[in-house]
């Protein structure tokens, strides 16, 4: 009898699909359980079932004894079957900006929730279930949701890349630091692909994520793992305001080539002149980002 796939396994098959794009991987590339492991953070059980989802919908293939393969190349934004659709990302985003102009409490109860958005149980549960996976939501015990801390003011937006210009330029420069080649060449394709054409097309979302992936992975180069769990958390605690902005594809063009200039340096061994790019890198974009409008209630239906 097949497994039907729960939420996490749909979650981990649309970011294979989404690392397969980013990463411009072509027909025929082999998905290994292991680089996905070491991609997603999880353990092979959730990944097997995402990759059995993704061959009953015929965009991989399973081949006995050698394992996946992807059918062909998806260029284009490609949805999983069952995945939140168009309009549960409306009533998430909806959510999220509530959240931050704190017309939401702390705590709420489904119902409540229901009726203010105007949608069913079993679509809220899902958008439920991801802001929770997101990390700034959780099932309180017994009954009700409840929100938990995030970048909601001005002040905490420019704390949070205060902490980071502390940190990620350090961390290249820790004795512990090593490159790691594989992965800095995945970063360098990723970055290389948004820079040429990526910007252009991308999601908001989707460029978020190839962003944080970034600075997430040059921290785990570290060698430690404090540092680089609090770049993710840093991440995970703006992830919501970063998708209240205004999308300006030309600063990402900037960044992305901000990005490959660290690349660059690091692949050459250069991390004194990788951390000073870091830290003027992280700089520029606090001083573009922090704005005190994206902290205020918007009308309604911007």
Excluded: C
């Excluded at 991987?25 to 998905?31: N, S």
């Amino acid at each position: 009898m097949t497994q039907q796939p729960n939420q996490l396994h749909l979650q981990l098959a649309q970011r294979i699909l989404t690392h397969a794009r980013l990463s411009r991987l072509e027909a025929g590339h082999h998905l290994t359980e292991q680089s996905l492991q070491e991609l997603l953070g999880t353990s092979r059980g959730p990944i097997r079932a995402a990759l059995a989802h993704l061959a009953r919908q015929k965009l991989v293939e399973k081949k006995p004894n050698k394992g996946f393969f992807l059918v062909k190349a998806p260029r284009n934004r490609t949805s999983v079957t069952a995945l939140p659709a168009a309009e549960d990302e409306k009533i998430y985003h909806a959510i999220a900006a509530d959240r931050l102009t704190r017309e939401l409490p702390d705590s709420v109860t489904e119902n409540e929730l229901m009726r203010r958005y105007e949608i069913p149980r079993p679509r809220l549960r899902r958008i439920l279930d991801r802001i929770a996976s997101e990390g700034w939501g959780q099932r309180r015990t017994g009954h009700g949701w409840s929100f938990l801390p995030l970048v909601d003011s001005v002040e905490a937006y420019r704390e949070n890349y205060e902490l980071r210009l502390l940190l990620e330029p350090g961390g290249i420069l820790f004795s512990s630091f090593a490159l790691d080649l594989a992965k800095i060449e995945r970063l360098e394709a990723q970055q290389q692909f948004v820079h040429a054409e990526g910007y252009k097309m991308l999601s908001q979302t989707e460029l978020y994520e190839v962003n944080a992936q970034f600075h997430e992975t040059i921290a785990e180069m570290s060698g430690n793992r404090f540092l680089a769990q609090t770049i993710a958390r840093l991440n995970q605690l703006r992830r919501l305001i970063e998708y209240r902005q205004t999308l300006d594809r030309s600063r990402v063009y900037r960044q992305t080539g901000e990005h490959l200039a660290i690349i660059k340096v690091l692949k050459a061994g250069k991390r004194d002149a990788a951390a000073q790019l870091m830290r003027r890198h992280l700089g520029g974009a606090e001083r573009e980002k922090a704005k005190t409008y994206l902290f205020e209630p918007q009308p309604k239906g911007s």
